[in-house]
């Protein structure tokens, strides 16, 4: 980790040193009340899983407004600003099994009429390279907020983001604190310290690639490699081949909850196996675009002693940049999957602009239960419509309905994974630009 750590900073420097070679973001800064942004986006929630073999429903319906406010830099050298985040909710209905990770629940179980939370940044900048400190929601490989919920996953820290070379990203940050979907505490994960880092490079308009890694204390350490082509073809049509991979070495005092082999003799009751696991896990997959259609065809494959149990150890709710994610995400121990997804584009059939259908099914088999000796499988059947209006008063606002059918073998069910379950979730949201 510490060579990963000293081989970024070195970029940066060397990055520094070179940057006259382009423009300088900084040089062009406006004003902190000229480059001034914010926004509030009003979105009405809803999930309901319908839960089999005896396992009781869940469902959960709120309204939230999720505030993003962001000022410009001051000119100089260096530029200075400021930020804030945050979200007001209230639940509708009783929602009394309040779950899916969209309401927060007191301590007696009972969820909450009303919560709010946020926070605020400060940020500063030179020439290409900015630092912001302060509460944020992150979109890292390795470290990515939940956004799949009515209000965001929050991560308190510093994220350091610089583009001193054309066409490279280079990232590196330390959090402390995590506060998921549901909680109202701002350090409601219990996150140590995380360490990230990483680039991602741009070779030319088809081709790019990037590599993400992450030191989690006395958690794991997790790294990240995505390799992204698109070869163009006659009349528009395109096939895209991407690959992407995770390599994950949870500590002993990890929380997992898939390991085989040795685990402690409490693991039931606190998920830690007592001694380090391991995970790989990597997708292929290629699409085929032509006109309104898309066909993508996806591989996954995990090995190791344990799954890709990510998000369970503040390290991201939304950390599986993998093809085959839906409601499972397939990372079961050992467990191999395959999908065939179809999109289709309503707009550019001339029907509706702003539709768009996704369907697609995933099959995974091979999976490694512990205390089952017979190999589990699992099955999703997925269906999502979301309509954006194009123009007028109401344009950028959507409304996204999707369902998944899950089922799994018996050795696969709720105490080791999901369980059988039918999941729909409607989400209403309006933006309304402020400035």
Same mark, same amino acid.
């Given at each position: 980790m510490l060579k990963a750590q000293k081989l970024t900073l070195a970029v940066l420097i060397s990055a520094a040193i070179i940057s006259s070679a382009q423009a300088s973001e900084q040089s062009e800064a406006k004003g902190f009340v000229e480059d001034a942004n914010g926004s509030i986006l009003f979105r009405t929630g809803y999930i309901s899983r319908d839960k089999k073999n005896g396992v009781d429903d869940t469902s959960s319906f709120a309204q939230t407004a999720i505030v993003n406010i962001d000022s410009g830099f001051?000119?100089?050298?260096? =530029?200075? =600003?400021?930020?804030?985040?945050?979200?007001?909710?209230?639940?509708?209905?009783?929602?009394?099994?309040? =779950?899916n990770n969209m309401i927060p629940k007191h301590n007696d179980g009972s969820a909450y009429d009303?919560?709010?939370?946020?926070?605020?940044?400060?940020?500063?900048?030179?020439?290409?390279?900015?630092?912001?400190?302060g509460t944020q929601v992150l979109d890292l490989p390795v470290l990515a907020s939940n956004t799949a919920r009515l209000v965001p996953e929050y991560f308190t820290g510093t994220l350091l983001t610089s583009h001193e070379i054309k066409d490279l990203e280079v990232i590196a940050g330390?959090?402390?604190?995590?506060?998921?979907?549901?909680?109202?505490?701002?350090?409601?994960?219990?996150?140590?310290?995380?360490?990230?880092?990483?680039?991602?490079?741009?070779?030319?308009?088809?081709?790019?690639?990037?590599?993400?890694?992450?030191?989690?204390?006395? &958690?794991?350490?997790?790294?990240?490699?995505?390799?992204?082509?698109?070869?163009?073809?006659?009349?528009?049509?395109?096939l895209t081949y991407d690959f992407s991979g995770y390599?994950?070495?949870?500590?002993?005092?990890?929380?997992?909850?898939?390991?085989?082999?040795?685990?402690?003799?409490?693991?039931?009751?606190n998920g830690k196996a007592g001694e380090e696991k391991t995970n790989n896990i990597w997708a292929i997959s290629g699409t085929y675009a032509t006109g309104p259609h898309s066909v993508m065809l996806a591989?996954?494959?995990n090995s190791g002693n344990v799954g890709y149990d990510y998000g369970e150890n503040a390290d991201g709710g939304q950390s599986i940049?993998?093809?085959?994610?839906?409601?499972?995400?397939?990372?079961?121990?050992?467990?191999?999957?395959?999908?065939?997804?179809?999109?289709?584009?309503?707009? &550019?059939?001339?029907?509706?602009?702003?539709?768009?259908?996704t369907t697609a099914f995933v099959y995974g088999w091979d999976i490694k239960v512990r205390n089952v000796t017979e190999d589990a499988e699992e099955r999703e059947f997925f269906n999502q419509v979301k309509y954006t209006v194009q123009s007028g008063f109401a344009k950028d606002?959507?409304?996204?309905?999707?369902?998944?059918y899950y089922r799994a073998s018996d050795a696969y069910q709720t105490n080791a994974y999901i369980g059988d379950t039918n999941e729909w979730r409607i989400f209403l949201d309006i933006p309304v630009k402020l400035f």
């Open positions: 001051t000119p100089g050298i260096v =530029g200075f =600003g400021v930020g804030v985040v945050g979200d007001g909710s209230f639940k509708i209905g009783e929602n009394n099994n309040a =779950g009303h919560w709010a939370r946020g926070g605020g940044n400060v940020k500063a900048r030179f020439s290409n390279t900015t630092v912001r400190y330390k959090f402390t604190k995590n506060q998921y979907s549901d909680q109202v505490n701002t350090d409601g994960r219990n996150l140590d310290r995380a360490i990230v880092w990483g680039a991602k490079y741009k070779f030319d308009d088809n081709l790019n690639a990037s590599y993400y890694g992450l030191d989690s204390k006395d &958690k794991l350490e997790r790294h990240y490699v995505n390799v992204n082509y698109k070869q163009p073809l006659a009349n528009d049509s395109s390599h994950t070495k949870f500590d002993a005092n990890a929380r997992t909850y898939s390991a085989t082999g040795f685990v402690a003799p409490d693991y039931a009751d591989y996954q494959q940049y993998l093809p085959n994610s839906y409601l499972s995400d397939f990372i079961g121990n050992d467990e191999k999957s395959a999908q065939i997804q179809y999109n289709l584009d309503f707009g &550019k059939l001339g029907v509706l602009p702003g539709l768009n259908w606002a959507s409304l996204r309905i999707r369902n998944s």
